[in-house]
């Protein structure tokens, strides 16, 4: 099972948005409403931001937004501030013999 | 407010055995899928495998038969062994929470810790 496929990194000025795609197969993003993502600070653990597909949990603002479309899904922030520059990774579910599966990473740098 | 916290050597030798402990506080381990996921330096995250609280396991296919979870739910405990490491098992080692209602959604992440496979 390979890794899904992010881009390496995006940019953004404070204010605008950007998105950050996650590209699978069928048998992974495409297969299951179960995308998540993370952000992940230097020297932290990551923290989940989106959970099946589009959930936000507790605490996480509504400038976090997430979407699928076919084998692709994405992770869009609005409003980009400051401390939004981090690393971020996909999962997904895949299915009773590949479980979880995670994506390369993307840097998300605020400039 | 559940809390997880990896413990460990951070030191391991090659060809030995490393076992990691992650303990839950502030909360059961009852009726939570619990994984650990691993970071190399530099790179991205790898999905280890996953208990439930009964003892049922599942691996990432991906790696070989090395990995082995396992719970001690007396002491709201997983553990992690990896046989044979080698220096490509050195790496950021996180246990982490699923959340009750869904699939790869680890709501809940201990702080890792790091393993340096070396002689």
């Known amino acids: 099972q390979s890794a899904l496929t992010q881009p390496r990194s995006v940019s953004g000025s404070p204010g605008q948005s950007v998105t950050i795609s996650c590209t699978g197969t069928?048998?992974?993003?495409?297969?299951?409403?179960?995308v998540s993502w993370y952000q992940q600070h230097p020297g932290k653990a990551p923290k989940l931001m989106i959970y099946?597909?589009?959930k936000r949990p507790s605490g996480v603002p509504d400038r976090f937004s997430g979407s699928k479309s076919g084998n692709t899904a994405s992770l869009t922030i609005s409003g980009l501030q400051a401390e939004d520059e981090a690393d971020y990774y996909c999962?997904?579910?895949?299915?009773?013999?590949?479980?979880?599966?995670f994506g390369t990473g993307t840097k998300v740098t605020v400039l | 407010q559940v809390q997880v916290q990896e413990s460990g050597p951070g030191l391991v030798k090659p060809s030995e055995t490393l076992s990691l402990t992650c303990t839950v506080s502030g909360g059961s381990i009852s009726s939570y899928y619990w994984s650990w996921i691993r970071q190399p330096p530099g790179k991205g995250l790898e999905w280890i495998g996953y208990m439930y609280y009964s003892g049922s396991t599942n691996y990432n296919p991906s790696l070989k038969s090395r990995f082995t979870i396992s719970v001690d739910t007396s002491k709201n405990q997983f553990s992690l062994k990896l046989s044979s490491v080698t220096v490509a098992d050195t790496a950021v080692y996180y246990c982490a929470r699923e959340h009750s209602s869904s699939r790869g959604a680890f709501d809940i992440w201990g702080q890792g810790t790091t393993v340096t496979v070396s002689s």
């Open positions: 999962c997904s579910y895949a299915g009773s013999y590949t479980f979880e599966v």
């Open positions: 069928s048998s992974d993003v495409g297969g299951y409403n179960y």
């Open positions: 099946d597909v589009s």
